[in-house]
């Protein structure tokens, strides 16, 4: 059993940044993949990144690319989502998920632990 905590969300004026932390405990964090996503009011949560277990693999959803970066440490047990450029339409709750298998994957009913979420709020 993995308990996922993110944290590292607030307000921010469009354009600036946050770093966003997905920290686990109760099993070694190193084997597992890890995704971000998010969800805006009113809408469907969707998937904005995730890093595989080693790190070595990284994939964005077309709409942070070039503006997101995702990345872990695993002797700390924590993935970390670096947000830049930020625009009023990345606001959501961001929840962090991992995912036991061989493969990463951006489909959210393969992640088998989630985090609570985290509220980032962009202001225009």
């Known amino acids: 059993q993995v308990q996922l905590v993110e944290s590292g969300g607030g307000l921010v004026q469009a354009g600036g940044s946050l770093r966003l932390s997905c920290a686990a405990s109760?099993?070694?964090?190193?084997?597992?993949?890890v995704g971000w996503f998010r969800q805006a009011p009113g809408k469907e949560r969707e998937f904005v990144a995730y890093?595989?277990?080693?790190?070595?693999?990284?994939r964005f959803a077309d709409s942070v690319l070039g503006r997101f970066t995702i990345s872990r440490d695993n002797t700390k047990n924590t993935v970390y989502l670096q947000m830049n450029s930020l625009k009023p339409e990345d606001t959501a709750v961001y929840y962090c998920?991992?995912?036991?298998?061989?493969?990463?994957?951006?489909?959210?009913?393969?992640?088998?632990?989630w985090g609570q979420g985290t509220q980032v709020t962009v202001s225009s």
């Open positions: 998920a991992a995912r036991v298998g061989a493969d990463p994957s951006r489909a959210q009913n393969l992640y088998n632990y």
């Open positions: 109760g099993r070694t964090f190193g084997g597992y993949h």
């Open positions: 890093i595989t277990w080693s790190g070595s693999s990284v």
